[in-house]
């Protein structure tokens, strides 16, 4: 296609041709993933793998993107092979301390906003992929008895092979936008072990219905994206004619500029979840139905009606951005809490604070996610409120469900606008002229649970949301 062409086509869909180009390669991953089935032999997949992933970051980003993806790389490995005990640690720094770098040179947040595009964004899922490999290589010199169930299912006992590691970093199914998975599971993938044997006549399901029907979603999403997008632009938080509105008008363009820019990363991980179900290795097991349907969880990274609808901050982990969650959750939340002792506020704030620092060193991104902490506390504590309410006075019970899923509604969105809009001075702007109700509310509800604590009911307790 040449550059005219490309010039033309892109215009026709409000983009610039870098993002054309990027849109064009991220599509391309879901042939480029299907053929990883033909390939012969382990070797030849691991191959396939990096060498798919590496040309389509250079058609994408250039030969330089390859380079970036190098460093974090020989980090993890050279830490593997150097210094067992440590490695995960080493890498988990070293590898942040890059990643740090490049978004400080590049700042993409900037870029990403006026319509560019660069590999920052795949490193940031390269980044989690080495720390993984060598945290769980660390794990596998470790004795099981004091290990948590997710390390022992993923501990590497032996090194991964060069090429096998170069296969697992750059695969192309995830290489762009994720979602994050673990090595064991990539080399069980490649090799034709655990839940994808077929030695025993077992047979793999088939991906295409899987696979259209994340094509199908990432059609609607772009589309919704497409259509909402003109009308609820981010630059009106900095007009005079958004200061002029009353505070419900506010509020909800707040909410419209959230729920748009969500559709966008709607789009961007079904087209992921696509390419990863159609390798196979988004399969993750069978249903315990009488007739058993395959799943396909690993390749999951968003639950759209999940977001749109919980009805609690504490699920928005679970149902946005999952893969990614799960790697914070066992890297970071997990690691933190020492053995026998519950998880505090700490550990929730130290786990978003590391999220805020991999999105990239933007005021909005670590304003956001300090903002997220404080909105799973205050979930929670209206969620302890509601099962210290007997079970007889059930009208109340739901009227709190209600409360929790309107505040998580109102502190998300709100919250939301700093990831969106990134500089100090847009963020504080669009706070302020809400009168900081998403700040606010949550710590008045932190306050008021040592005031009003919340003693459970005698019904069996659940398992809190």
């Known amino acids: 296609m040449g550059l005219v062409d490309m010039s033309s086509m892109a215009a026709s869909i409000g983009v610039s041709v870098a993002v054309l180009r990027f849109l064009l390669c991220f599509v391309a991953m ?46 993890g490995y050279a830490s593997m092979a150097v210094y067992r005990p440590k490695c995960g640690i080493i890498t988990f720094f070293l590898g942040f301390a890059y990643l740090i770098g490049c978004h400080v040179f590049y700042m ?21 992929k080495v720390i993984s490999c060598a945290m769980n290589y660390n794990d596998g010199m470790l004795k099981e008895e004091g290990l948590r169930e997710a390390q022992k299912k993923n501990r590497l006992v032996q090194m991964p092979s060069l090429i096998e590691y170069f296969g697992y970093c750059l695969c192309c199914g995830s290489h762009f936008a994720g979602p994050v998975y673990e090595t064991k599971d990539y080399l069980e993938w ?49 007009e005079p004619v958004y200061q002029e509105w009353g505070f419900l008008r506010k509020f909800s363009y707040q909410y419209m500029a959230g729920f748009t820019a969500r559709w966008k990363y709607y789009f961007i991980w079904s087209i992921s979840e696509a390419s990863i179900i159609i390798s196979g290795l988004g399969f993750s097991g069978w249903t315990n139905d009488a007739s058993p349907k395959p799943k396909w969880d690993r390749a999951k990274n968003v639950d759209i009606l999940g977001v749109e609808l919980a009805k609690s901050a504490v699920q928005i982990p679970l149902v946005w951005n999952i893969q990614v969650s799960t790697w914070l959750r066992h890297y970071v939340y997990e690691r933190l809490v020492q053995n026998g002792k519950k998880a505090g506020f700490f550990q929730l704030l130290a786990t978003q604070t590391v999220s805020a620092v991999w999105h990239g060193l933007y005021p909005g991104y670590m304003m956001f996610f300090v903002q997220s902490a404080l909105m799973i506390a205050g979930s929670r504590v209206i969620y302890r409120w509601q099962q210290a309410i007997s079970p007889q006075m059930a009208m109340l019970r739901k009227s709190m469900v209600f409360i929790n899923f309107l505040y998580t509604v109102l502190v998300l969105n709100y919250s939301a606008v700093g990831f969106m809009v990134l500089s100090l001075h847009e963020t504080l702007t669009a706070y302020g002229s809400v009168y900081y109700i998403g700040t606010i509310l949550p710590v008045v509800l932190i306050l008021l649970s040592y005031v009003v604590p919340a003693k459970p009911s005698r019904a069996k307790p659940r398992k809190e949301e």
């Not at 993409?108 to 989690?128: F, N, P, Q, R």
């Not at 490649?190 to 219905?209: A, H, L, V, Y």
Request: with cysteine; hydrophobic share 45%.
């Open 108 to 128: 993409s947040g900037d870029a990403w906003k006026e319509g560019g595009i660069d590999s920052t964004g795949a490193l940031m899922v390269l980044t989690l």
């Open 190 to 238: 490649t090799e034709g072990k655990g839940i994808w044997d077929t030695s025993n006549k077992r047979k793999q399901p088939s991906p295409f219905e899987a696979t259209v029907r994340a094509i199908f979603q990432a059609a609607i999403c772009m589309a919704l994206y497409l259509y909402l997008v003109p009308q609820y632009p981010l630059t009106r938080f900095t």
């Open 30 to 75: 879901i042939p480029v993933s299907f053929a990883w089935r033909i390939v012969p032999s382990g070797i030849g997949k691991h191959l396939y793998a990096a060498a798919s992933g590496a040309l389509l970051s250079y058609l994408s980003f250039g030969f330089s993107s390859n380079l970036h993806f190098l460093v974090p790389m020989t980090i």
